[in-house]
């Protein structure tokens, strides 16, 4: 991934996907906005508890960033499930309910959805000129959200599979992401026993090796040698490549790990803000 700057407003974009001129998307940080802590600085969601205001200024400013109009923007009402939704210019400011995936064939309709140790799933077909944009926590990786995208973009939009190129966005990593039992049973009913997406966590001089944030930033410790940690990353990657996709780039960025850059919903207990994933079609 790539470090972009603009007017102290810092994002991330995909070298896959930054091959197409025609394609504006970011993965953005929390850095450049106005929001106070826990939610410094820019916070993009408002069930945080922080300043409405604030929230909007750092949604004008990421637009401003990446030169869209703010009042173009579509967002569903993320509830982790695997519902996807199509839409249009005619959405453009909306909320879309119950559901954690956009997608759209239309030109200057800017698909935004919020995270923070979440996977953002970006999609765009170069022949259909089509995107789409997902959310998958661990509810809706197991529920298929991945592949419920493609199959919405090959269903609605006349996409191939693979003509699709994907990118998987910063995201709790393996490192990290410590899950109980109704978690692993879940994970073992989606993908089958001995999937390798459960294993025991790192030690902590392995943890160590895996960041060079520094000692403010130290990871979350276990609970115990029986716990086991969810590889969200290889769970989408692999729901990918088996609806068909085969240009796939994960950025591999632990949201829980590199805190500095992103919100981390579980490694800052729950009272912290979300970034973003974004994509457009220019018009």
Same mark, same amino acid.
């Not at 994002?11 to 802590?37: C, D, K, M, N």
């Given at each position: +991934?790539q *470090?972009?700057?603009?007017?102290?407003?810092?994002?991330?974009?995909?070298?896959? =996907?930054?091959?197409f001129?025609? =394609? @504006?998307?970011a993965?953005?940080?929390r !850095?450049?906005?106005?929001?106070?802590?826990p939610?410094?600085?820019?916070?993009?969601?408002?069930?945080?508890?922080?300043? #409405?205001?604030?929230?909007? &200024?750092n949604?004008?400013?990421?637009?401003?960033?990446? %030169?869209?109009? $703010?009042?173009?923007?579509?967002? #569903?009402?993320?509830?982790?499930s695997?519902?996807?939704?199509?839409?249009?210019?005619?959405?453009?400011?909306?909320?879309?309910?119950g559901c954690?995936?956009?997608?759209?064939?239309?030109p200057?309709? #800017?698909?935004? =959805?919020?995270?923070?140790?979440?996977?953002?799933?970006? *999609?765009?077909?170069?022949?259909?000129?089509?995107?789409?944009?997902?959310?998958?926590?661990?509810?809706?990786?197991?529920?298929? +959200?991945?592949q419920?995208?493609? /199959?919405? +973009?090959?269903e609605?939009?006349?996409?191939?599979?693979?003509?699709?190129?994907?990118?998987?966005?910063?995201? @709790?990593?393996?490192?990290c992401?410590?899950?109980?039992?109704?978690?692993?049973?879940?994970?073992?009913?989606a993908?089958?026993?001995?999937?390798?997406?459960?294993?025991? #966590? =790192?030690?902590?001089? &392995?943890? $160590?090796?895996t960041?060079?944030?520094?000692?403010?930033?130290?990871?979350?410790?276990?609970s115990?040698?029986?716990s086991?940690h969810?590889?969200?990353?290889?769970?989408?990657?692999r729901?990918?490549?088996?609806?068909?996709?085969? /240009? @796939?780039?994960v950025?591999? *960025?632990?949201?829980?790990? !590199?805190?500095?850059?992103?919100?981390?919903y579980?490694? &800052?207990? %729950?009272?912290?803000g !979300?970034?973003?994933? *974004?994509?457009?079609l220019?018009?």
């Amino acid at each position: +991934m790539q *470090l972009n700057y603009s007017n102290d407003v810092s994002y991330y974009t995909f070298s896959s =996907l930054s091959a197409f001129p025609e =394609l @504006i998307h970011a993965v953005s940080t929390r !850095h450049g906005g106005v929001s106070q802590p826990p939610f410094a600085t820019l916070n993009l969601t408002w069930a945080s508890g922080d300043d #409405p205001r604030a929230v909007e &200024e750092n949604h004008r400013r990421l637009c401003a960033a990446l %030169g869209i109009a $703010r009042e173009s923007l579509v967002s #569903p009402r993320q509830v982790h499930s695997a519902e996807v939704r199509r839409v249009g210019a005619g959405d453009g400011g909306r909320f879309i309910p119950g559901c954690d995936a956009l997608i759209t064939d239309e030109p200057g309709v #800017p698909l935004l =959805l919020r995270f923070a140790d979440c996977v953002p799933i970006l *999609l765009y077909d170069p022949r259909r000129k089509a995107i789409g944009l997902a959310h998958a926590g661990w509810r809706g990786t197991v529920a298929g +959200m991945a592949q419920a995208a493609v /199959q919405a +973009m090959v269903e609605a939009l006349g996409s191939a599979p693979d003509d699709l190129v994907a990118a998987l966005g910063p995201a @709790i990593g393996p490192c990290c992401y410590e899950v109980g039992p109704d978690v692993a049973a879940a994970v073992e009913a989606a993908f089958g026993p001995n999937n390798g997406l459960l294993r025991a #966590p =790192l030690r902590s001089a &392995e943890k $160590r090796k895996t960041s060079s944030l520094p000692a403010p930033y130290a990871l979350p410790q276990t609970s115990g040698p029986e716990s086991l940690h969810f590889d969200l990353w290889s769970a989408n990657e692999r729901q990918l490549r088996n609806a068909g996709v085969q /240009q @796939i780039e994960v950025a591999g *960025l632990c949201t829980a790990c !590199h805190r500095d850059e992103f919100y981390s919903y579980r490694a &800052e207990n %729950g009272r912290t803000g !979300h970034h973003s994933a *974004l994509i457009c079609l220019r018009e």
